[in-house]
């Protein structure tokens, strides 16, 4: 119940505020129904009620306003078009669902093929004809009969949300992480120095990757020079077999478990063999990555695209895929005396004095084919500047 100046009391469901502002939570997608009107010019509706209907045989259906002048017109249009709105199209969002003439004014369409406008850039249209109007209170069902759909840009929708506009960001490889990252930024200057100097001393890349959650750590600290070390800052590295071993080796079973839980059912390798992972590298205390089959470009093609967080599920399950590809290169290597190996980067954990793995130093681009006991001394040094900038862990503010 809600009251009202006059002492009035009136229910949540007589009440539009509070029927609005409920269904305000609940959030939509945002599309364009086009058509063109009797009179041949083209028309253009916003609409968040669009849904998906039946798929035998193919229907849709969306709800304007029984006052709607916009939608007086478009049912003059022997067909309409949904255009699925991506989520940089706000502007045509917006202009759309103002109240100016002209609204196709300098907007780029081209006709469907049943002839309604489909705007460029847009992510989807769906092709209808109208199949049925019905009374719905002070709305009407429009009944579409799909005739031709197609993806024309798979990015992500414009999404509609207590009166506000966003997008659709995958909750599986991402978390809130602002106050994680500032403290792992914060020990990573502390420990600048210590980095600068490794990666002089090897003539590497030294970077300090910050454990954010158990879900995903970013670089947040670059030292040296190597191609592409600057845009190695700010990248994120899902925590996702086989990636971030050092982060998992020393956490409790259950955040392990919830690490294999992200590993794809394609994946190479068994969780049996990723805990013997787990185990070589909490026993030796570092890891090492080999040059792999797998090509580089692609790997960091699919970080970027992670990175910027801006990624479909269709996308997110890609990247998956191609950083599962990589697990040979993150296979355990024993070292054989006088053997030479390609290796990649060696990595080791910088731990708090309760034995959490704030960061991780890694240094990469080191000379290709080096024997076992170059690798060794240079894990022997990368270990002791971890611990040093560890000595420093518990006087930046850490969130538990
Ligand atoms: C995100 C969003 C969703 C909307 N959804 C609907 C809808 O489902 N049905 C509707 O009739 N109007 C909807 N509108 C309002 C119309 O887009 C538009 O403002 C209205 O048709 C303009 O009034 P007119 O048709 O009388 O000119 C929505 C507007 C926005 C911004």
Known sequence: MSEISNGEQRTAISDP???????????????????IADDGEPVGMIVGSFTSVSLDPPLVAFLPTAASQTFKRLRTAGSFCVNVLAADQEDICRRFAGRTANKFDGVSWHPSPLGAPVL????AYIDCTFESISDAGDHLIVLGAVQELQVCSPV????????????????????????DLITGVRLAERGRAEMDRLAESFDAEC?????????????????????????????????????????LAWEDADAVDRWLSRALPSDECTPEEYRGRLEAVRSRGWSMTMRGEYKDEQIYEALREYSSGVYTPAQEREIRQIISRTSSSYAPVVLDEGQLYDVDSLLAPVFDSAGKVRLVLRIANLPRQADSAAIQ??????????HKVGAAADTVKVDA
């Open 207 to 247: 970077t300090a990757m910050a454990v954010i959650s158990d879900q995903m750590a970013v670089n947040v600290a670059v030292a040296g020079t190597g191609p592409g070390t600057a845009d190695r800052l700010g990248e994120r590295i899902p925590l996702m077999p086989p990636l971030g071993e050092l982060c």
């Open 156 to 179: 992500a929708p414009l999404l509609f949300f207590q009166g506000g506009y966003g997008r659709f960001a995958p909750l599986s490889l991402s978390a809130p992480f602002e106050a």
């Open 377 to 386: 001394g240079w894990a022997d040094e990368l270990r002791r500047a971890a």
């Open 17 to 35: 505020l509070i029927f609005r502002n409920v269904l305000g939570h609940f959030p939509t997608g945002v599309v364009l129904i086009t058509g």
């Open 120 to 123: 460029d850039s847009v992510v």
